[in-house]
């Protein structure tokens, strides 16, 4: 199971004259408000500005459910005698779970989560294109020119590049299919895996037996990161080598012992080659091969042998996967009974009054309080994430919207403007819709008015010079500020 990355040259082809026929890097002001340009615009200013609402409504809903819990009673499992189905408690204590997958027959006992991730081996194409640059001289249809450059004379040159990855490609469509060939044999697909039977209480220590629901587990068990499983002799750690004692080792080790060397799966032989990987070979028929051998020759790939073929190096087709587990000795969980069973207790997920589903389980000790304030913490860093981006969503717009119309006459200063006043207007509105009208939001909202007053004062006196300075010339009497810069240049 060599992991060494192969590189392969493709074809290279040679295309005389223009790239396409309207690739052009400066097109005429008049050709850039089409049809299919606004459209474009239309989508990049409508899909992100919804998604951005629906961000900020979530952190709204996800604020309301986290204040509800925060004003309600939050009942402490480890000293109260008298609760009952509904009820939201709290309790941290140590931990008795074991999690599998069944399709292999695994199980790692004391862990709550796993994940099976799966990579394959695979042939990726890497398309460049060179092209030099010409111009050209093009006239509407009231005299005015301006030149035009656009690509022409290009190289383009293919590469294909095998490696481990952690999806399939599809190789249908490359420039040589039948030389780097990707099966798509997927037998194992990289998998999650929650613990059924995870349960507090174990040692006798609190009075009731708390069962989790699985449900809770949906998410990530927050304070505690996936650890790779590796299996050994015995199960105790190696020695470690000189360099890698300074790295801590964060594997976790199970016993070789309680492993199977061969796992079957669909047809599939997989092995355990060490480090924590299980390897399946590709293996082609005889009518396979023939098949490959007969399209190399079609596509001109049958005696092209490069010196990357002689690296050893995975087969394409080939698939390995490791696991990942989540193996807290302890946890915090604040969750609602689900229902009491003489001395046990299920625990399930809080569902909140506006139908908000918190799964909040964390690694150690932790109170609630604070596991409310962490819950909230990471909330408002996604929502101040996405808010970031629709900052960059209004650049795009401002620059977009100034290309299409041929606003070249735009300073930046101006273009400063135009982003800020579109940034405040857009969130002050959606953070009056969702949150409600405050001071703060007010200002916002007067203060975009005022850069866009302003923005558009900008505009109105440029074109007005713009016209008292082609009033000296007949030609540009009513022209516009593009005509202008037009003449300019030539």
């Known amino acids: 199971m060599n992991s060494i990355p192969v590189h392969r040259r493709g074809r290279k082809y040679f295309r005389p004259g223009p790239r396409y026929p309207s690739n052009r890097h400066h097109e005429h002001p008049r050709r850039r408000g089409g049809f299919w340009s606004w459209l474009v615009t239309s989508i990049i200013i409508v899909l992100p500005s919804l ?52 399709s292999l027959q695994i199980t790692i006992e004391n862990a709550l989560t796993m994940e099976r991730r799966t990579e394959y081996c695979q042939w990726e194409e890497i398309r460049t294109e060179r092209c030099e640059t010409c111009s050209l001289t093009v006239r509407d249809s009231e005299g005015n020119s301006v030149q035009e450059h656009y690509d022409c004379n290009c190289v383009i040159q293919y590469d294909y590049y095998k490696s481990w990855r952690p999806y399939l490609i599809n190789s249908f469509f490359f420039d040589q299919p039948a030389a780097h060939h990707n099966p798509t044999r997927n037998p194992l697909p990289s998998s999650k895996f929650i613990s059924t039977n995870a349960k507090l209480g174990y040692k006798g220590k609190s009075k009731y037996e708390v069962l989790i629901d699985p449900n809770i587990l949906t998410g990530k068990v927050k304070g505690t990161a996936f650890r790779p499983v590796k299996w050994i002799r015995n199960g105790t750690p190696p020695m470690p ?102 001395r046990k207790i299920v625990l399930i997920p809080i569902r909140s009054s506006n139908n908000q589903t918190l799964n909040m389980i964390h690694s150690g000790y932790l109170g609630p309080y604070a596991m409310i304030e962490a819950q909230d913490s990471e909330s408002k860093g996604i929502a101040n994430f996405f808010r970031f981006l629709s900052f960059v969503w209004s650049l795009v717009v401002v620059y977009r919207l100034i290309y299409i119309t041929g606003m070249e006459f735009v300073l930046f200063k101006e273009k400063v403007v135009a982003v800020a006043s579109l940034w405040t207007l857009f969130s002050s509105l959606l953070w009056i819709k969702v949150w409600g009208i405050s001071t703060i939001k007010s200002m916002l909202v007067t203060v975009s008015s005022m850069l866009l007053l302003h923005f558009k004062q900008s505009l109105t006196s440029k074109s007005t010079r713009i016209k008292r300075k082609g009033s000296t010339n007949n030609k540009f009497k009513d022209a516009t500020w593009t005509d202008y810069t037009e003449f300019k240049e030539q």
Request: a negative charge.
């Open 51 to 102: 998604l951005f609402i629906h961000m900020e409504n979530k952190r709204f809903e996800t604020a309301q459910a986290l204040n509800e819990i925060l004003n309600g009673t939050i009942v402490d499992l480890s000293s109260s005698a008298n609760v009952s189905a509904g009820d939201i408690v709290h309790i941290s204590d140590h931990i008795s779970s074991s999690v599998g997958d069944d």
């Open 241 to 342: 080598s000189f360099w890698n004692r300074w790295i801590p080792d964060r594997s976790r080790y199970e016993d070789i012992a309680d492993l199977k060397h061969f796992v079957f799966h669909n047809g599939n032989e997989f092995v355990y080659v060490g480090d924590g990987y299980f390897f399946s070979p590709y293996e082609t028929s005889k009518m396979g091969n023939r098949l490959k051998i007969f399209g190399r020759y079609l596509e001109g790939s049958l005696f092209d042998w490069q010196i990357g073929d002689l690296f050893p190096s995975c087969q394409a087709g080939d698939i390995r996967f490791r696991y990942f587990v989540q193996d807290p000795s302890s946890v915090s969980v604040l969750a609602q009974i689900d229902r009491v069973e003489g």
